[in-house]
T-cell receptor, first 109, second 112 residues
Framework: TQLLEQSPQFLSIQEGENLTVYCNSS?????LQWYRQEPGEGPVLLVT?????EVKKLKRLTFQFGDARKDSSLHITAAQPGDTGLYLC?????????FGAGTTVTVRA | DAGITQSPRHKVTETGTPVTLRCHQT?????MYWYRQDPGHGLRLIHY???????DKGEVSDGYSVSRSKTEDFLLTLESATSSQTSVYFC???????????FGPGTRLTVT
């Protein structure tokens, strides 16, 4: 059973469109992280959110941590083919991470 | 990029043989982790270490053992490989007083 549920599992959009990926849990986390992974490589950290209600922006990417620190969302504005990849959310407690199953994003040129 | 390497990067082995995967870091971090990644499951924690000779089990530790005799090296051993252990294995490191983990490039293991 996955502690963190990500949705959707797959997302295919046209270049220039917007997309949102959701990460939900019944557990409270000390922090929540988002990673992006490309084929044949390890996950790369995009952002860490710590405070309930926190919003962080990284160029065209906006990350939000829910008020109760149980859920998060990743929004990409005007997606580009370079945004293609597997997006993973991970909740942190006690020096360990629990990962969602991931969302595979494909941005078509 | 975090100074973390894994070896080998690819390995094919037969059922019943022992296999050891190595993770090496140059960051001198206390925390090191081993995960496996399978389709539909994300990353699942196998074992982790919080210092030399200090290790603990993760959620999928059955069939795996680990050792850490030096800060820079964390070894994952499959004592007798099974086909269900075919997976991609990732090592990660974490600085003290941080939630963030940094991942190695992975080892693709196939057990035939």
């Amino acid at each position: 059973t996955q502690l963190l549920e990500q949705s959707p599992q797959f997302l295919s959009i046209q270049e220039g469109e917007n997309l949102t990926v959701y990460c939900n849990s019944s557990s409270v986390f000390s922090s929540l992280q988002w990673y992006r992974q490309e084929p044949g490589e390890g996950p790369v950290l995009l952002v860490t959110v710590v405070t309930g209600g926190e919003v962080k922006k990284l160029k065209r990417l906006t990350f939000q941590f829910g008020d109760a620190r149980k859920d998060s969302s990743l929004h990409i504005t005007a997606a580009q083919p370079g945004d293609t990849g597997l997006y993973l959310c991970a909740g942190a407690n006690d020096y360990k991470l629990s990962f969602g199953a991931g969302t595979t994003v494909t941005v078509r040129a | 990029d975090a100074g973390i390497t894994q070896s080998p990067r690819h390995k094919v082995t037969e059922t019943g043989t022992p296999v050891t995967l190595r993770c090496h870091q140059t960051e001198n971090h206390r925390y090191m982790y081993w995960y496996r990644q399978d389709p539909g499951h994300g990353l699942r924690l196998i074992h982790y270490s919080y210092g030399v000779k200090d290790t603990d089990k993760g959620e999928v530790s059955d069939g795996y053992s680990v050792s850490r005799s030096k800060t820079e090296d964390f070894l994952l051993t499959l004592e007798s490989a099974t086909s269900s252990q075919t997976s991609v294995y990732f090592c990660a490191i974490k600085p003290d007083r941080s939630y963030e983990q940094y991942f190695g490039p992975g080892t693709r293991l196939t057990v035939t």
